[in-house]
């Protein structure tokens, strides 16, 4: 085996091994995007179940809905957390109006963590 062809078999493997690289990293943020709306999901279900638990309709307001909804014991065990270091903000007392999502994530400005479907949640 001569010198440059030794060459030309590392550059290769260098190629491939940027290559698997790139596609771990583009995989690594798409799992937190799923994960981070797969929390807003989870939260949004809590507050509904919660508003038709005890009849509240969107638009009422109920005294520590957070609290109400998260919690050990409650319809979501523990506040969720954004896997990409974002952070949610709270709807506050008011139960959201279907299709506007009760957490949001500080994320989602520029696009990544804002699902695109919330009619049926």
């Known amino acids: 085996?001569?010198?440059l062809e030794l060459t030309v078999v590392i550059v290769i493997l260098l190629s491939l091994i940027g290559?698997?690289?790139i596609g771990a990293a583009t995989w690594k943020e798409g799992s937190d995007r799923s994960v981070c709306i797969l929390n807003l999901q989870a939260v949004q279900k809590g507050v509904r179940s919660f508003?038709?638990?005890?009849?509240?309709l969107p638009g009422n307001s109920v005294s520590g809905l957070e609290s109400q909804v998260i919690g050990a014991g409650r319809f979501v065990e523990t506040m969720p957390v954004c896997p990409s270091e974002g952070s949610y903000a709270s709807g506050?007392?008011?139960i959201p109006q279907m299709g506007s999502l009760y957490f949001n994530c500080s994320l989602a400005s520029s696009g990544e963590h804002?699902?695109?479907v919330t009619e049926d949640w």
């Open 51 to 56: 508003s038709n638990l005890y009849g509240y």
């Open 1 to 3: 085996m001569t010198l």
């Open 92 to 94: 506050g007392d008011v």
């Open 114 to 116: 804002e699902p695109v």
């Open 19 to 21: 290559l698997l690289a």
